[in-house]
């Protein structure tokens, strides 16, 4: 199967994201801790998930992945705590019951104090609104802190970089097995930021491309594991030169899962959110490379630029704000690559 585009990052499903999703052409959706998955008990249950499954079914759209989990099945396991084993536990159901209604990818998160910016509202080009992260300008904290999957309480205690790989090898080496079987893939998103310095009393560790390799070490080469391989996040460590090293190193050994299609202008400490095609790298000549290395998976959008009449960008998770010139501007300008590709 070709590499095909995915409207991605559906907070909010309703029949607005459908429709747009068609208008755009676009035949696949992919879910971000959804509006439709409460997950009310500490899984996501095989009734809600085959309702969406069955709701999507009805809309003519496929569903090409689950990505986090809601915060409170997940954050003891994170940042390893007692009651780390239940949360397991339940996300094996989360697991087994994604599997029986087909749908077979869970994007995953290493970060307790969750994604940082320093400014949600900077002028991007023409005025467009885009978000922007500064190192420098931390100490007043998280501009996503009232995020809906930022954390509300403070870490009782920092998070050392050691604990933060030992509980992913703990993670990993309990839930691979489960995933294995059930025929699911788990998918890494990178730290964002991916900056030395902890944020919020957690270290960040999934933070260069090196670390993303040692990572799928960790998952000891699983079939079950792969990377959720968010373009902006690694443009934001070291722009198309990290990008590549990311290519080449998981490309070429099937561990790619999927990948978010945005870009930033900066590298940390420093850094903002951007159009396809004015950023750090050149879209056409990554997605190239994802394609000589024998990438054939789904692409999102993912965070995009508000652009003059749109409501807002990414902390506005309703479908009015989510179906934006922004988004739309995304999508087309990878249709066109893909297609000038010949890879459509
Ligand atoms: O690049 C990013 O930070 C995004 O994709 C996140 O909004 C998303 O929630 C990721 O899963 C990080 O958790």
New binding site residues.
């Given amino acids: 199967m070709p590499i095909r585009l995915s409207l991605g ?1 559906i907070d909010v499903y309703d029949d607005r994201t459908a429709t747009f999703a068609h208008q755009l052409g676009l035949t696949g959706v992919q879910f ?1 801790t959804p509006n439709l998955l409460p997950g009310e008990n500490g899984h996501w249950s095989l009734e809600e998930l085959r309702a969406l499954r069955e709701r999507c079914d009805r809309d003519g759209l496929r569903i090409d992945g689950l ?2 989990v809601p915060l409170a099945h997940f954050w003891k396991v994170q940042r390893g705590l007692p009651g780390r084993d239940e949360q397991i536990e339940n996300y094996f159901r989360t697991i087994r019951n994604m599997a029986a209604v087909g749908i077979d990818m869970l ?1 995953y ?1 290493w ?1 307790p104090t ?2 940082w910016r320093t400014d949600m509202d900077v002028a991007g080009r023409g005025g467009a609104k885009v978000t922007a992260f500064d190192l420098a300008e931390i100490g007043a904290g998280n501009a996503l802190a009232s995020y809906r ?1 930022s954390p509300t309480e403070p870490l009782a205690e920092p998070i050392s970089v050691d604990r933060m790989w030992a509980n992913h090898q703990y993670f990993l080496d309990a839930v691979l097995p489960v995933a294995e079987e059930a025929g699911v893939r788990l998918a890494l ?1 990178p730290d ?1 930021p991916p900056v030395d310095e902890p944020l919020g009393g957690a270290a960040r560790i999934f933070n260069t491309p090196a670390a993303l390799a040692a990572a799928h070490k960790q998952a000891k080469a699983s079939p079950a594991w792969g990377l ?1 391989f ?1 373009l ?2 690694v443009s934001e460590m070291g722009g198309e030169d990290a990008v590549n090293e990311v290519i080449d190193t998981l490309g070429p050994v099937g561990a790619i899962a999927y990948v ?1 299609f ?1 870009d930033v202008q900066g590298t940390v400490p420093s850094f903002r959110e951007c159009f396809l095609g004015e950023g750090n790298y050149n879209p056409a000549r990554v997605i190239r490379r994802l394609h000589e290395v024998g990438f054939d998976g789904f692409m999102i959008d ?2 995009v630029p508000a652009v003059i009449g749109d409501p807002d960008t ?1 902390m506005d998770i309703s479908s009015d704000a989510y179906c934006s010139r922004g988004r739309a501007h995304a999508l087309g300008y990878l249709q066109g690559v893909l297609n000038g590709l010949g890879l459509d």
Avoid: I, M, T
Wanted: net charge negative; hydrophobic share 25%; aromatic share 10%.
């Fill in positions: 990052h971000h990505e986090n994007g998160n970060l969750f994604v999957l998103h964002d959720d968010c902006g996040s978010h945005r993912d965070h990414w």
